[in-house]
């Protein structure tokens, strides 16, 4: 299977543990998809609609580059919202565009059901070493597990760092000593070393540091580009920043209390990741955060719906909520200039209340 060369698109730090589980596990070159930059969303901006959402552009974009890098077997997921719809489109724009590939729509795979994620694949490696994958894949999902915990905690602590940067450099090099791990004994080694390495760095955390929740649309939460990597403008603010949505809690573990949990707030589940942003700006707001700020892309219809009720938590706690809509037209000053008097009103209430 030399011949394959198999991508999926980019998603923050999960490109590492896919990697692994496509090399490591199906057996086939995997081709690492390019960081995001303004070249994929302008690439991706020129083929898609008018008004599809931004990660269908920048996920476009994304298998564009990855063909020309030399990927021939595109991988791509489904969602609980259009993005369920997006493989189909995807498929057709790169076919009209001229573009020879295999394409594996795992749409309606599902994680704990191993058959329906393994039948998709066959088209990938028709030897498919069934066995291997199996070991490979709880070492996998332990991995995404230990990024999920490792970035969470340098949420919290980075814009208290002593030494600029040391976070972002060691976060650089456990992701590259990742790529390498094979088994899960080697897993164990790294992670206890950057877990104690992390928590080495030196940091000067003030006593009642500003406590900021980061909430929305799933993609754009996790894609740094796709949100003008805006949890490194709050923590470059001395913000403690704090971020629920990750795919550890919504897909790995996703605790049965966590998806049937009822508010006051909802009767219904709006779809996607609606009632998750519902249910953590209550408990954040009930936690007295100093503020929380809302992420979607453009037209995201679910996240839409939620921001009547965000406005009521707003109201009923009296916690400022500050709402970003994500496109390809965002001025970066501009979210700069409101993330900066957001984070001044909010040290004004946090005086005010002294």
């Not at 974009?61 to 077997?73: L, Q």
């Amino acid at each position: 299977m030399s011949e394959t060369r198999v991508t999926f698109p980019h998603l923050g730090s999960y490109c590492v543990p896919i990697e692994v589980l496509f090399k490591e596990g199906v057996g086939v070159d995997y081709i690492t998809p390019p960081q995001i930059t303004q070249k994929t969303m302008e690439i991706g901006n020129k083929y898609s609609p008018d008004f599809v959402c931004s990660p269908f552009k920048y996920n476009l974009g994304n298998y564009i580059e990855s063909i020309e890098a030399g990927a021939n077997t595109l991988i791509q997921v489904g969602g609980a919202c259009r993005l369920q719809y997006y493989g189909e489109l995807h498929e057709q724009i790169l076919r009209d565009l001229g573009y020879d590939f295999e394409f594996i729509n795992l749409s309606n795979a599902k994680l704990r059901k191993l058959r329906t994620l393994i039948s998709p694949l066959m088209k990938v490696n028709p030897q498919f070493p069934i066995k291997k994958v199996a070991r490979i894949l709880p070492m996998v999902v332990a991995m995404a597990k230990f990024i999920d915990e490792t970035e969470d905690f340098i949420r919290k602590n980075i814009g208290f760092e002593v030494k600029k940067g040391s976070f972002e450099r060691y976060h650089k090099r456990m992701l590259n000593t990742l790529r390498s791990v094979k088994t899960k004994k080697e897993l164990a080694k790294v992670t206890t070393f950057y877990t104690k390495a992390f928590r080495n760095l030196p940091v000067k955390r003030p006593n009642n540091p500003l406590r900021v929740g980061l909430l929305g649309e799933y993609y754009t939460i996790m894609e740094p580009f796709s949100n003008h990597f805006i949890e490194r403008e709050l923590a470059s603010m001395g913000m403690v920043v704090d971020r629920w949505m990750n795919i550890s809690h919504t897909t790995l573990t996703n605790p049965k209390k966590e998806k049937e949990r009822k508010s006051k707030y909802t009767r219904y589940d709006m779809g996607a990741t609606c009632r998750a942003t519902i249910d953590r700006a209550e408990y954040w707001a009930k936690k007295k955060y100093d503020g929380i700020i809302h992420v979607k892309s453009f037209g995201c219809t679910p996240e839409t719906d939620a921001i009547p009720v965000l406005r009521n938590i707003s109201e009923d706690y009296n916690v400022p909520i500050l709402y970003f809509s994500f496109d390809s037209q965002t001025s970066e000053m501009g979210i700069r200039t409101r993330l900066e008097a957001f984070h001044d009103m909010i040290i004004m209430r946090k005086d005010q209340k002294k």
